[in-house]
Every structure is written in structure tokens, then in C-alpha cells.
């Protein structure tokens, strides 16, 4: 049976920010041009902004704070933002949770966040991330504080996030890369966080590019350059997507925003104009016979290996 959390009014897509301010410096024409596309962002009709504190070394945050500020208090409730390792160092602790968290609400200008992740916690193990004095007791801290509304944990490789959401301890699960037209492996986990009543967020739905930007030479998949047999499968997928008139962007998309297992599924905003393209990727309408075309293909050889964390 589900458990008892902290719920969230999201909406089908939530606005990545990884980008956002990238390189840019505070007073420059740049940060002011990524100022605007986060003030796109904040009126669109999208619930939440993603952000994290070390996402452009800082200046993700920082420049939703500029946003924010000729926005007024009520946009402070529609970002949600994750804790990361020390920089240097790569502590993460409680303690540096705790600063990790100053940092961001002081570069967003808030007291408080709807909901904090804990952030790719590789430079951990998963028993030093739970135990006494571990990362985990500071999200603990801040959602029976009440600075928080709700935690997640947000990363990749499934059998590690499969332990993090098997603690109960978490309202909230984000993974990248591991639930799209080609990879499914974040299935079970998925699954498993429903049940338990947690938000599940799907990140990364184009695969990190090749699905956006299709099966050319050099196109990557989860970040690593995609094998000559994905390409070839993805170059049938086109096909299928052609036969239907949708583009294959729109296929990507809509594969995680039909699926009952995803509540909200994030992707990446951070340049003009691309803030309306993912709404008309939204408004396709895609046939339902396509689906049963993908399924014919077959499953993707997806170079995903997480074997590491098993």
C-alpha cells in the first residue's frame, strides 16, 4: 500500500535549467539574455523550474534569482533544486548539505523550496549516504524543519537509485537517460516509487541528444557517442515517425508523458525560443497505431550499463 508523503501539484512537464547562465558573468549582457529566457520559463504555464546547485557552477540559480526578483514572492514556490558534493573537496555530508542548501536559497533569494533532491551522490557510499551524520539526515533536517516541502533523490544508475528509493525515507525519485523510447531499465524503480506514493520525475527523455536531434554520425546517447547498431535502430524509429508525420522529437517526448508511471517529466530549457518548441512537442498529437509500430521494432540496443552499481 502507498505511504503516507509529501505530495506535489505537478504538471506533465517540468523546465529543466542545467544550462542556464552558463559562462555567463553577473551584470554582463549575457546574464541579462538568460535572465529573460528564465522569466519565459516562470510564464509559461509549466508548475516547476529544476535547478541544482552546482548546474553552471551556480549560475543556474543565480540567474532564476534575477528572474525572480522582478517576478515577486510568488515565484519562489515554482523552483525546486537539488544539494550537491563540495567542489573541492567532494564532501557530502550532512553538514554540507546544509550548506549546500544555503547556498542556493541565498542565490535564489528564498527561504524555502517545495522540494530539495539529494544530487548524484557518486562521491559517497550509498551506507555513508543513509548512516549517522550522512547526507540523507540533512534532507531529513530540512523537511521537519519545514524549509523544505519535500526530498527526492535524483541521479542515474538504477540498481543505486533501486536502494535510495527502498529506504521509504524519500517523497520524490529523478532519473536521467534510463526511461525513453530506447532505454527502460528506470522501469522497476519507477514502479516501485509509485507504490510507495512518491513524485516520479523522468529527466532526459531525448536521451541527451540523439533523440532530439536524430540518428546522425556523431550523435550521442546518455552522453557517450551512440554505437553504429543504435543509430541503425533509431534510423527505423525515424522511419516509423516519418510514416506518421510526427517528428521523432515528439515520439521521445510522448513516450514518457503517456507512460502511468511518470508523473512529470523534465527537459532541459535554457535558450530563446526553445521554450515554445517543447510546447508544440507537447500539443502533438501522435497516433496510436505508432506505438504498436515501435513495439514492432523491437527492444533498442541500448549502450546503458549500470552494472557498476549492482
Known amino acids: 500500500m502507498a505511504q503516507e508523503r509529501s505530495t506535489m501539484n505537478v504538471s506533465p512537464v517540468t523546465l529543466g ?27 509559461s504555464d509549466h ?101 523544505v516541502g519535500a526530498i527526492g533523490v535524483a541521479a542515474a544508475p538504477v540498481p543505486l537509485m533501486a536502494r535510495y528509493v527502498g529506504t521509504g525515507l524519500f517523497d520524490a525519485v529523478l532519473i536521467h537517460n534510463r526511461f525513453t523510447v530506447i532505454d527502460q531499465s528506470a522501469a522497476p524503480v519507477f514502479a516501485d516509487a509509485k507504490e510507495r506514493g512518491m513524485t516520479v520525475f523522468n529527466a532526459a527523455p531525448f536521451g541527451s541528444g540523439l533523440l532530439a536531434k536524430g540518428p546522425y554520425e556523431g550523435a550521442v546517447y546518455n552522453y557517450r557517442p551512440a554505437g553504429a547498431d543504435l543509430l541503425a535502430w533509431t534510423r527505423r524509429l525515424a522511419e516509423v515517425c516519418d510514416a506518421h508525420g510526427v517528428a521523432l522529437p515528439a515520439v521521445a517526448l510522448h513516450y514518457s508523458l503517456r507512460s502511468p508511471l511518470i508523473d512529470s517529466t523534465v527537459v532541459g530549457v535554457v535558450s530563446p ?9 507537447v500539443a502533438t498529437q501522435v497516433p496510436e497505431e505508432l506505438w504498436a509500430e515501435l513495439e514492432a521494432l523491437g527492444p533498442a540496443p541500448s549502450p546503458v550499463d549500470d552494472s557498476a552499481y549492482a
Open 17 to 43: 535549467t542545467s544550462g542556464l547562465g552558463r559562462d555567463t558573468e553577473p551584470g554582463s549582457a549575457g546574464e541579462g539574455a538568460a535572465v529573460e529566457v528564465a522569466l519565459d520559463l516562470f510564464n
Open 273 to 281: 525560443g526553445r521554450r515554445a518548441q517543447l510546447d508544440e512537442l
Open 47 to 147: 508548475a516547476y523550474l529544476d535547478t541544482s546547485n552546482n548546474y553552471s557552477g551556480g549560475r543556474s540559480e543565480a540567474v532564476l534569482g534575477l528572474a525572480m526578483e522582478r517576478l515577486g514572492p510568488d515565484a519562489a514556490a515554482r523552483v525546486v533544486s537539488k544539494v550537491d558534493p563540495d567542489p573541492g573537496t567532494r564532501a557530502f555530508d550532512r553538514d554540507r548539505v546544509l550548506r549546500s542548501f544555503e547556498e542556493t536559497t541565498a542565490r535564489l533569494g528564498v527561504e524555502r523550496l517545495p522540494l530539495l533532491h539529494l544530487h548524484d551522490p557518486y562521491s559517497v557510499t550509498f551506507e555513508e549516504a543513509v548512516g549517522p551524520g550522512g547526507a540523507v539526515e540533512g534532507l531529513l533536517e530540512l523537511r521537519e524543519s519545514g524549509q
